[in-house]
């Protein structure tokens, strides 16, 4: 610690290999939250988190799905509405989550970028989304893109998620369904499949470490000083 005068020593900890592989006690079923941008009656968006959500329940999660349609605009009300508390209460249950959204003018849609804005990043003292685990999904009406599932990457990053590096893009998602909204066997669903796998995967991995993998440095140091700050005030120092 000698050759680094500008760190904070007693914030400055080695790592704790011990904590990497500590699995604690979390031995119930993962939970996962899945969110759709449309509101169309036959939303392929909705139908492929309603595959994705079955996939998860085989693995062995427990899901839940949030309804989009009444949820009102960011600042057009505040958070005590009830499709606002809905959602947030979802998120804070949450330990992963699955986001799919349709391309529309080669971006997501408006109703799956209102509902990541409804998410704070912070919430009565906690960060609700930090640490979780993110899998990005979208659905195209033409030829295979992938703009709105990298957008939705950089919003996850942003809110600090835990973003798989596997995702799913379905080109011409109306020919991969049948006539009772089951998605047809192909290499698409195969992708769902892998996608849902590694989702659980890492969400098994990080829930019982998700306060030390995103423990900061630059944090603690912060921490330190204003501890500091307050002590020499109290002792006029």
């Not at 085989?58 to 605009?73: Q, W």
């Not at 973003?163 to 669903?189: C, H």
Request: glycine share 6%; proline share 5%; hydrophobic share 35%.
């Amino acid at each position: 610690m000698e050759d680094c005068p500008n760190v904070v020593s007693e914030c400055f900890n080695p790592i704790d290999v011990n904590k990497l592989f500590n699995v604690g006690e979390s031995q119930h079923r993962p939970k996962i939250l899945l969110l759709y941008g449309s509101l169309r009656d036959t939303s392929y968006s909705r139908l492929v988190t309603e595959e994705a959500s079955r996939i998860l329940e085989c693995l062995g999660a427990e899901t839940k799905t949030f309804d989009p349609s009444g949820l009102p605009l960011p600042d057009d009300t505040d958070e005590t509405h009830p499709k606002v508390k809905e959602l947030r209460e979802l998120v804070m249950w949450s330990e992963g989550m699955v986001w799919c959204s349709p391309e529309r003018h080669g971006a997501m849609t408006g109703i799956m970028k209102t509902q990541i804005d409804w998410i704070p990043l912070a919430l009565q003292g906690v960060r609700p989304t930090q640490g979780k685990t993110l899998a990005v999904m979208q659905v195209c009406g033409g030829s295979q893109s992938f703009n709105a599932v990298n957008q939705m990457r950089i919003l996850g990053r942003w809110m600090r998620l835990v973003t798989i590096p596997n995702q799913s893009s379905v080109a011409k998602a109306w020919l991969e369904f049948d006539d009772e909204g089951r998605m047809k066997p192909s290499s698409y669903y195969d992708r769902i499949v892998d996608v849902c796998e590694e989702l659980m995967k890492f969400t098994l991995l990080l829930r019982g470490n998700k306060d030390y993998f995103v423990d900061r440095y630059s944090e603690r140091k912060e921490t330190a000083e204003e501890f500091r700050k307050r002590i020499d005030q109290r002792t006029g120092i």
